[in-house]
């Protein structure tokens, strides 16, 4: 919402619109996703959101991975000071009493080295998460939500280990939440497919859906999930139907195929702005397309143009500069590019509309039972 300059209602409103011209009339929910303070919250819940996502990474201590024990001893003392409920002596009574045995026949068992590691780096992060529901749920006064907790914004795949010490010690502090996101192996860019070893990505999400199974049987949730397609019958699989795919970025990029499609000297003018804008607008984003790797415009016939969507490196460069693109304005104030993009995809709306539901149609497939 920020990097398209909206606001939580202004989407709500939007989204209904949709849903009332469908004719739709069975259930739906809305995800507010990667919620960072209370106002977020407040914005949020008067909108009308349903699925509330934390995001607490700007409390997860990243440096715990390759701290030295002596450094991990010192900063938990530290941090049982300031959150008591942390201290090491009950940590230890509670993780270091012998394995874990998870469903399915698989266990746990935490080294001290490791369970210092685990409460440094995410230690804040829980504490922060805590902090957030008990806001939600005073703020919702009775009225139903759900709760998603994110820890996939670190450097590093969340640890078995350290999914069962987050989600320990949320029950223990009395959150209620319906998903977990962690970090997984391999690289989850966005806007492609993933990037990394199938069978080692499947045997890490056997053990993380044992985790859930064990503490409440809550759904794993894949962000970034957007054209993962060679993952999700594995997902599908392990996961049983307890999962949450994460997909909304490449919508944008159905958009901008329909463009492509059937308004050329737009999308022209949107890819060459996106090509200098992309070095800047990457740096918040898990990307590795390299801007050399992508043809300047004038290489590219009109027929070319809606296949060019299909090119990795493409692809990265116009998804991470949407909201550059759709914010981007003239010298007298008008929007460069805003306003003639949503005027073409209601020109084109059936087209639209077949570019997204192929699109979509794609992610839910695997997941059908």
Known sequence: MARTGRHPQQVMDEALWGIFQTGYTDGFG???DHLKTPADLADCLRAGFTLFTIDPGDQVDNQ?????????LSKCRGLGAEAPDLNLDRLRKSYLSGKVKLPGGSSLEFSETELLRAAVKYGRAIKHTVMMYQTLKSAAAGRTFELEMSV???LTPTTVGEHYFVASELARAGVTWVSLAPRFVGRFEKGVDYIGNLDEFRKELIRHRAVARQ????????HSGSDKFSLYPTIAEVTEGRVHLKTAGTSYLEAVRTIADTNPELYRAIYRFARERYETDRASYHVSAKIDRVPPENALSNGDLEASLDDFHTRQMLHVTFGSVLTARTEDGSYRFRTEFYRTLEAEELEH???????????????AR
């Open 30 to 32: 809305s995800d507010a």
């Open 215 to 222: 503490l409440g049987n809550y759904k794993i949730s894949i």
């Open 353 to 367: 509309y077949r570019c997204l539901a192929k699109h979509l149609g794609r992610h839910a497939r695997p997941f």
């Open 152 to 154: 996939d914004e670190t």
């Open 64 to 72: 715990a991975d390759t701290d030295a024990p002596e450094t991990l």
